[in-house]
């Protein structure tokens, strides 16, 4: 009877967990993609008919027509294969709790929604996300070790705000703060981190690098979601930025940072940050130095309100700020020739979530479908490489190449005469594959 009652809570702890699911149960160690046209995530065009062998979770070899080998078969009826996608702003812990929760909720209860979450990202065909804040590093764990299907996570862990900023989300009962005193209790579950001083920027930068940042997120501006935080004010001092930029670049990592305006734009390069998230309100001298300098700009393509329920009045009027400076920050984009990525920062809605597609999608309203496609998979991997010996994920993303990791979509349609294939993975992507392993094959049935 014991036996049988562990046998029983093994079970269940299996399929909470999804040790027992059929997709982490499928882990040949050979694929053979075949009949198929590639889409490598860099160029504008397909190639001929092709085929693919996958092997220990590496593309080992691509070849012109038929190949034959030792190895589970994917005939892809002509089909299109391409890179897994990659969303450069992503906060997995915050996508489907509403903000009280996500601040006041049960941490166990939170960690599981964001693994269910973590495996619809997975099935929308993103297969990569780079994390801009939130304690993700016990999620990304629980998938790197396959507990949970999901994307690869590249953590920044705590976001790094000053008192009022954008990210802290104490109430003004919490004032004033003791320095060194009790953490908050967003601090306390590893959301963000109030430093105010370049001392305790320091501090709280390793601290996030210590456990496992792959880059520092700061917020050098106002921010839409936080209640105290206008969107014009500047937040931290150049020395407090500097202080974070110092403890990365020794870690051979980079800090980014939140930023709408020119102030906190270029305040932020003047310190040494890498990469811009957001910049919807910039101007044209402050995308110029970013041309100049070689910033990166990781934007979205905020087109509407969505989302903005979960947001109190005064919040969506920011909204409807950086709304109306979406196709500026675009417009400004590609006048000088930022690198520029592409993220969602979907917070509080899993409805926005399931459009995740759709926004990459809409980037068509600036880019060809081409260019929209090939910044979500080869460009965006190249900012990802800015983590240096941090790359929680060493190798080639991004792309369909000998040597690349093996994350792959098989779409039914070509996407790149038709991009909102995107818009329904369900339907259009029958195979998704993660590091060698496919996670999603209709075409076995």
Not at 158 to 183: K, V, Y
Not at 191 to 209: C, F, H, I, N
Not at 294 to 300: A, E, K, R, V
Request: with cysteine; proline share 5%.
């Amino acid at each position: 009877m014991a036996l049988v009652r562990a046998a029983t809570l093994l079970g269940i702890a299996g399929a909470v967990f999804g040790l027992f699911s059929p997709a982490l149960a499928q882990q040949d160690s050979a694929v053979l993609f075949r009949n198929i046209r590639i889409f490598d995530g860099k160029t504008a065009s397909l190639s001929a008919p092709s085929s693919v062998l996958v092997r220990n979770k590496i593309i080992e070899k691509i070849s012109a027509g038929d190949m034959t080998a030792t190895a589970q078969v994917i005939d892809g009826g002509g089909r299109v294969l391409m890179p897994g996608l990659i969303d450069a702003h992503w906060h997995a812990m915050l996508v489907r709790p509403t903000p009280m929760a996500a601040l006041a909720g049960d941490v166990g209860y939170n960690n599981l929604l964001a693994a269910a979450e973590a495996t619809a990202t997975l099935m929308r065909g993103f297969t990569t996300v780079r994390d801009m804040g939130g304690p993700s590093f016990g999620l990304k764990q629980a998938i790197d070790e396959d507990l949970v299907a999901g994307p690869r996570i590249y953590p920044s862990g705590a976001m790094i705000t000053i008192t009022s900023g954008h990210g802290d989300f104490r109430q003004l009962s919490d004032l004033p703060r003791t320095i060194g005193g009790m953490l908050s209790r967003m601090e306390q579950i590893g959301g963000s981190m109030v430093a105010d001083s370049p001392d305790e920027v320091r501090v709280r930068a390793r601290e996030q690098l210590m456990r496992g940042a792959s880059q520092v997120k700061l917020t050098a501006g106002g921010g839409v979601a936080s209640p105290f935080s206008p969107l014009d004010v500047s937040t931290f001092t150049e020395p407090e930025l500097r202080a974070a930029v110092e403890a990365a670049d020794n870690w051979g990592t980079y800090v980014a940072t939140h930023a709408y305006t020119p102030v906190a734009i270029q305040r932020s390069v003047a310190a040494g940050v890498r990469c811009i998230e957001h910049g919807h309100l910039m101007d044209e001298a402050s995308a110029r130095l970013m041309a100049e300098k070689g910033i990166w700009l990781s934007t979205q393509p905020f087109l509407d309100l969505a989302g903005a329920a979960a947001l109190g009045p005064a919040e969506q009027d920011k909204m409807r700020q950086v709304v109306a400076g979406t196709d500026r920050v675009y417009g400004l984009a590609k006048k000088y020739g930022i690198k520029t990525a592409f993220g969602t920062d979907v917070l509080f809605s899993k409805a926005l979530a399931d459009k995740q597609g759709s926004m990459l999608a809409a980037l068509t309203r600036w880019y060809t479908p081409a260019e929209a496609l090939a910044m979500a998979t080869s460009t965006n991997a190249e900012l990802l490489n800015l983590s240096g010996l941090r790359n929680p994920y060493p190798g080639k993303l991004g792309v369909v190449a000998e040597g690349a990791l093996a994350d792959l979509l098989l779409v039914d349609g070509n996407p790149l005469d038709n991009i909102k294939l995107v818009e329904d993975p369900a339907k259009n992507f029958l195979v998704i594959m993660k590091d060698g392993k496919v996670y999603k094959n209709t075409l076995a049935h």
